[in-house]
């Protein structure tokens, strides 16, 4: 992994990110991405080799782990920080295009390309809305895979080519278990952190929707009040004037 270039990345997303999107962004890199990177891949190393059953049917223990394990945990969760980290990237490549069109007017102010508007709001939004999608479709595949996050000790297998039913045994169960548990939750708090970080988004744009029609309503009236005081001066000044003879 290219750390510098992942660091990086980071920086420039995380100048354009909200403060629910700062914390969305702390939440996926360290409790998930180095979790996952540098202790949840020696848990799950070599699982199938580990997995032991107590028969000697050629073909039994494979078909056993392939049944228990379609997809390991690990590698589920690898596939669902690709998907869910990948939306992001459409930030940057809005700011990349922003930034080279604002460099070409000869602007060079980072306060204005900092500015989570126009275009880049809706970006913004479209990226948060494609990481709950993936988010929650992630869940319910984990969920329709294992249906559960405990991970058993014992499990009864009876598929073919197994002669009858068969025990296999899982190593580190609970160790499995707490890492499950600990993953589980860390995407459902991104989730919660994107569904908050879409309605924080959605109330500023109507208060500021708001607060620009109510400017522009104040302007408007004073407009209309300077030409009505004006229009009575002119009056005043065109009256005939009443004077001694």
Known sequence: MDWAHLFSTINVISKYSTVIGRIWLSVIFVFRVLVLVVAAQSVWHDEQSDFQCNTLQPGCKNVCFDHFFP???????????????TPTMLVVMHVSSRYRREKKKGKHGEAT??????????????????RIGFETAFLYIFYALYSTYHMPRLLNCQVSPCPQIVECFVARPTEKTIFTVFML????????????????????????????????????TEDVSKDYRKGNFEQYLSKPKSGNL
Do not use: P
């Open 185 to 220: 939750l860390a995407s459902v708090i991104c989730l919660l952190l994107n569904i908050a970080e879409v309605i924080y988004l959605v109330i500023k744009r109507i208060l500021f929707s708001f607060k620009k029609a109510g400017m522009q309503f104040k302007a408007k």
């Open 113 to 130: 390309l900092a500015k989570i508007d126009g275009g880049l709001l809706y970006t913004y939004l479209l990226s948060i809305l494609c």
């Open 71 to 85: 997809i390991l945990h690990v590698r589920l969760w690898a596939l669902q920080l690709i998907f869910v980290a």
